[in-house]
């Protein structure tokens, strides 16, 4: 089931995610920034992590980052 919230205005990526954590019912959740294209094998490595390490609390997958565009995300490539 989904549950969309919408505000009218922008309040940033962190305040996104903590009302996502807030309102979520599920017992994991995934966090994808909009500049993300996951890899459409996604949700089975994710699924297949949680039944490898059931105890772990947090997982983190291998990032590519997209085209550095500007001097910020040339210096997130270095």
């Excluded at 994808?32 to 105890?55: C, F, H, K, S």
Aim: hydrophobic share 40%; proline share 5%.
């Amino acid at each position: 089931f989904i549950n969309v919230i919408h505000y009218p205005e922008n309040r940033g990526a962190s305040y996104a995610r903590n009302t996502g954590f807030n309102y979520s019912t599920a017992d994991w959740i995934l966090f994808l920034d909009d500049d993300v294209i996951p890899d459409e094998n996604i949700l089975d490595a994710y699924a297949g992590a949680i039944q490898r390490y059931p105890n772990a609390k947090v997982f983190v997958g291998m990032t590519e980052l997209p085209d550095a565009c500007n001097l910020w995300t040339e210096c997130l490539r270095a």
